[in-house]
């Protein structure tokens, strides 16, 4: 259903799709905490935590959206 209201949000996608190709690392969150040298396992963690936090800054700016277009807000709609 998602993809059914992307063409009418109300700003263009600024990384594309989320996949494993565009994921921050190919490494599980389980298996970064158990890379032995300290500073690459904060690096790899890091970019977790970085990926994660833009993810659901992305996914409450959309639920913010569908609430306002459910409303009878046509915000951003393009006609």
Known sequence: MLMLMLPLMPQPMTRG???SATAPTRIA???AT???NEAARHQVI????K???EDLAATWAVLQWV???GRGG???VCE
Request: glycine share 4%; hydrophobic share 25%.
């Open 29 to 31: 969150p389980i298996e």
């Open 34 to 36: 158990e890379i032995e």
């Open 67 to 69: 609430r306002d277009f």
């Open 74 to 76: 046509a915000h951003g």
């Open 17 to 19: 799709p989320s996949s």
């Open 51 to 53: 990926y994660n936090e």
């Open 46 to 49: 890091d970019k977790i935590l």
